[in-house]
């Protein structure tokens, strides 16, 4: 009884294992054969063409003419014609001065011209007095000379008393302070009432018709910049540099371009650069003299290919693609410069024309990974998260799937 029982019960296990086991093995197949179909990735063909590059270096900005302006003479500041920022004109009056030097240097002046003119007058009175003595011999031509020379005497002592007198009242001609120059108005650190002497700085006012954007180049930045445009001297090159921008503070671009129009001819010692002079137009008074900046320097390379910055990934300090090879991708080390709209890359060495390369998705990917350069169709599984999106919308210079997709 007992070993019928074992039979009966061997019977009806036998075939639930074998099913198990039947199922177990088509699950694994399945799933290989799943893990084993290749996942769509966008690619593009890469072309040779141009690019433009930007060197881009901070800047301060100055007005064409940023003037200092001090008094000619110690005093008070008696009156304030302007105020900070205010646009002024040449000759314009900015300050009154009271200076009690000055002013008693004119009293003193003038008191020196009444006593000169009053002694010209009385050596005169003599030559006339004694002249017609001299012609009777009532007294010799050598006591006539003498009021003579003491009439020369006093008469060069006139002219140096109205010399003094005419410098006197220049002097007090400095007691208001004029604009030199078309400017605006900066800070005004004094108020009525202060002391101030020659060497103190009122204001300054700055011409901003044009500003000067001043920035710096190391050694072999400069040569790399020279070197980039034709002509045999400096100036010819600087004649051939194209124009550039300005990135204000805000990060907006200046409206107007401008032109590099002088390089140092001296390399600073203690830093080792150079300083470069670029002018913009400023017909609006947008730019004020002392702000900050970038310049922006375009240089056109040639024979180079566009990619998207994300086709790329790196490693240690080298920058990557994968280039596709068959069905496969394979690592590639690329030589790359960024270009201004953040988003690209010029590369100059490590591809060739015609080589296919994988647009987006390089970070789930590895050397000899298969891939797929067919898209799946529309009710099929979506590809990984970042590839749907197709190569040929970020450059002139790649063409996505051979098709040029715009």
């Not at 009242?169 to 002391?195: C, F, H, K, N």
């Not at 990135?247 to 129009?261: F, H, K, M, P, Q």
Request: aromatic share 6%; proline share 5%.
């Amino acid at each position: 009884m007992a070993n019928r029982l074992i039979r009966l019960v061997a019977a009806v296990a036998l075939p639930a294992a074998v099913a198990a086991g039947c199922g177990s093995k088509q699950k694994q197949a399945a799933g290989q054969k799943q893990q084993a179909t290749p996942q769509y990735y966008p690619t593009a063909v890469v072309h040779e063409g141009d690019a433009t590059l930007a060197q881009v270096f901070p800047a301060t900005i100055r007005g064409q003419e940023d003037i200092d302006i001090m008094p000619r003479l110690d005093g008070y500041i008696q009156r304030i014609y302007v105020d900070e920022g205010a646009v002024v004109k040449k000759g314009q009056p900015l300050f009154s001065i009271d200076s009690p030097a000055a002013v008693q240097g004119l009293q003193s002046a003038q008191a020196s011209v009444t006593t000169a003119e009053a002694n010209l007058n009385t050596a005169q009175l003599n030559v006339n007095r004694m002249q017609p003595l001299a012609e009777q011999n009532i007294i010799s031509n050598v006591q006539l000379d003498t009021y003579r020379n003491q009439y020369e005497s006093a008469l060069a002592s006139l002219q140096t008393a109205q010399a003094t007198l005419q410098q006197a009242r220049a002097t007090m001609g400095w007691a208001t302070v004029t604009s030199p120059v078309d400017g605006v108005v900066g800070e005004i650190p004094y108020r009525q009432g202060s002391l101030v002497t020659s060497a103190t700085v009122l204001t300054t006012v700055a011409n901003i018709a044009n500003v000067y954007a001043y920035f710096s180049l190391n050694e072999k930045e400069l040569l790399d910049l020279l070197s980039q445009y034709e002509g045999v001297t400096q100036q010819e090159k600087i004649d051939n540099m194209p124009d550039v921008t300005l990135t204000l503070a805000d990060g907006s671009v200046y409206r107007y371009t401008g032109r590099i129009e002088t390089i140092s001819g001296v390399v600073n010692t203690s830093t080792g650069s150079a300083s470069l002079r670029a002018e913009f137009p400023n017909p609006d008074g947008t730019l004020r003299s002392g702000t900050s900046g970038k310049v922006t320097v375009p240089n056109t390379v040639h024979d180079v290919f566009t990619i998207p910055q994300r086709a790329t990934f790196s490693q240690l300090d080298k920058t990557l693609v994968y280039k596709v090879q068959g069905d496969s991708v394979v690592q590639s080390i690329i030589t790359v410069e960024p270009l201004p709209d953040g988003q690209s890359y010029a590369v100059t060495d490590g591809l060739r024309d015609g080589d296919r390369i994988v647009t987006d998705g390089v970070a789930t990917l590895h050397n000899g990974s298969k891939i797929s350069l067919t898209p799946p169709a529309q009710d099929s599984v979506a590809a990984p998260q970042g590839q749907q999106q197709s190569a040929g919308q970020y450059s002139r210079s790649a063409t996505a799937d051979g098709r040029n997709r715009k």
